[in-house]
């Protein structure tokens, strides 16, 4: 298919489209190695889905983890993928995963601006699976000053999710967020270090207009941003690509892309990198793809708006294999949505308010479903399971009110930040006793009642005979360690009781584009397709379509990314020394 000729023409080595983490990963790692890099992004900014993100990525055997004396053998993590995946579990592409992340952690730490933070205290999701590990496991971006960003990339940027925000500013897991909400229970190291970080935050906003202080996915991508920038690679947003170009050979050779100044050619002499960011907004495939999701927007996805699958239809269109074999479709994780005052609806991620003493999840008929201090992948599973056919797939948070006092609900922050906006706009309910709660939710009463009546027997005691619930090292982790005698379990007792609606959403697709253990892509046949790459959440989940531990998504992101990055540039030889990180770690 070759180019009309009245269109402008650009040539370079490789072509990067999308400019979440597996996009700008490839672009880092490719231009490092010599590649002349331009990155396309269809939306106005830059980051995708990894700038909503937690910014923590799956990283088993990083050499952080090594350089904290624990050094795993490969065997460990091999043994738990084989028991969590089953016989989705890809010997091939996890093999290549395995072998890439301590040189793809060690590259970036070492010889670019992403400074890693180990996550020592990480827990894998699923502690009583034999292999799972108990922490330094993962690793995630150190928080990061945009003013070491030129003004120009920085506008280029994607802004932190307001709801995952305080006012703008992005809390990071770990220490930062227990301060905070030690602050909430009056602790005056809390409360300076709340004033230390919100007052320079508040002067950003003023002078700067945005956050400056990154952390999580935005701390993420704006460290590999300026990476990128570092290396001369060529960043063009709002320049969505229509679609690739091959030679008479089959071979992908570029593509048409679409800027704000109209079309243009884009030859790229050794490839074209896919990471659009998968199809988490593209109704249609929703609708064949996910259960329960009949007409396809009985889903509230956290990815960007742009993220509608434009890498595999443009994979498809030359012939790659879409894999829907899978154990899901989607990286589920329960969302609440919030209403605005100016008619927007926000879409806020229930990540660590299920795990806190004091909170349990139920369906309308009052029952529990799901241990909620499990991951969020498994909370929307369970939920999607346990919901009749027919009826809307829905949930209710429920807590007392010591818990809201304490810790978030949904978007309803804790003291000192009144509780009021949320009760007037509706998102949260509130009863004077349960039944009354269970009433205005639509909740059977007399099953609500009697759920909380055998949660609290069992909880003041430790335990959660139902769902175990409190019982592995992630759940309790995920709790409070002021808690006891379990810190994932306290009963609810003290009203007003108060309720958020939890509704299915997910971070992103794991159905995807087919590809072997160098991201190449491949056809029907299984044959590598020449100069085709895909990255992020545009391939085919090397998980195969489970969620074994947090960071599932960013982990083989940036890996696979760097693995197209270096196989494009022809690099025989890893750039690091992996065993010996150079920089001193932030231990988390």
Excluded at 41 to 58: D, F, L, N, Q, R
Excluded at 192 to 216: G, I, S, T, W, Y
Excluded at 354 to 377: C, L, M, Q, T
Excluded at 504 to 528: C, H, N, Q
């Amino acid at each position: 298919m070759s180019a009309p000729t009245h269109e402008p023409v650009l040539d370079v080595d490789v072509l990067v489209i999308g400019s979440g983490a597996g996009g700008l990963a490839a672009a880092v790692t490719a231009a490092y190695h010599g590649m002349k890099v331009t990155v396309v992004e269809k939306a106005a900014v830059c980051g995708g889905a990894t700038s909503w993100s937690g910014g923590w990525a799956w990283t088993p055997g990083n050499p952080l983890a090594k350089a904290d004396g624990v050094d795993e053998d490969r065997e460990e993590f091999r043994t738990y993928l084989r028991h969590r995946l089953g016989e989705h579990y890809d010997a091939e592409r996890v093999e290549a995963f395995l072998e890439a992340v301590p040189h793809m952690v060690g590259f970036f730490h070492k010889q670019t601006s992403l400074e890693f933070t180990p996550g020592s205290k990480i827990n894998d999701i699923y502690g009583k699976t034999p292999g799972a590990g108990t922490g330094h496991r993962s690793v995630g971006p150190s928080p990061f000053n945009a003013r070491k960003i030129r003004p120009e990339l920085r506008a280029k940027m994607r802004h932190q999710l307001y709801e995952t925000s305080f006012l703008g500013m992005g809390i990071m897991a770990g220490p930062d967020l227990a301060k905070f909400l030690s602050a909430s229970h009056g602790s005056i190291p809390g409360l300076l270090h709340a004033a230390k970080r919100f007052l320079p935050h508040l002067f950003d906003l003023l002078v700067h207009r945005r956050n400056m202080q990154l952390v999580n996915g935005t701390a993420l991508t704006g460290r590999l941003l300026k990476s990128a920038d570092d290396l001369g690679v060529d960043i063009l947003v709002s320049t969505p690509a229509r679609r690739l170009l091959t030679d008479d050979s089959g071979a992908v050779v570029g593509a048409i892309v679409e800027g704000p100044e109209g079309p243009c050619t884009i030859n790229a002499a050794r490839g074209v990198v896919l990471a659009t960011g998968g199809f988490p907004q593209d109704i249609e495939r929703r609708r064949r793809l996910f259960p329960k999701t009949p007409t396809g927007r009985e889903h509230w996805s956290l990815a960007p708006d742009e993220a509608r699958g434009d890498g595999l239809s443009m994979a498809q269109e030359v012939g790659a294999r879409f894999r829907t074999d899978l154990k899901s479709a989607a990286a589920w994780c329960p969302v609440s949505l919030v209403p605005y005052r100016n008619g927007r609806t926000g879409i806020f991620p229930h990540i660590m308010d299920r795990a806190k003493p004091g909170s349990i999840g139920v369906r309308r008929d009052g029952k529990r479903f799901v241990n909620e201090a499990n991951g969020y992948y498994d909370y929307v599973d369970a939920l999607i399971e346990a919901t009749p056919d027919g009826e809307p797939v829905e949930s209710w948070q429920i807590a007392d009110a010591r818990f809201v006092r304490k810790y978030p609900l949904g978007m309803a922050k804790p003291r000192p930040v009144p509780l009021f906006p949320y009760l007037r706009s509706g998102y949260l309910k509130k009863g004077a006793t349960v039944v009354e709660l269970a009433v205005e939710c639509g909740i059977d009463p007399d099953g609500l009642r009697e759920t909380v009546e055998r949660f609290n027997a069992h909880a003041r005691n430790g335990t959660d005979p139902d769902f175990e619930r409190g019982e592995t090292a992630f759940n309790r982790y995920g709790g409070d360690p002021k808690a006891g005698p379990n810190p994932s379990l306290a009963p609810l007792e003290k009203g007003p009781f108060y309720a958020v609606k939890v509704v299915p959403g997910s971070f992103g697709t794991f159905a995807g584009i087919d590809v072997d253990g160098e991201a190449r892509v491949l056809d029907g046949a299984g044959r590598p397709i020449p100069g085709l790459y895909a990255a992020g959440n545009d391939q085919a989940s090397v998980m195969g379509g489970h969620y074994p531990a947090g960071g599932i998504n960013l982990g083989p992101a940036l890996t696979f990314g760097y693995v197209a990055g270096r196989h494009l540039a022809g690099a025989t030889t890893y750039e690091d020394n992996h065993t010996a990180p150079a920089r001193s770690a932030v231990v988390r």
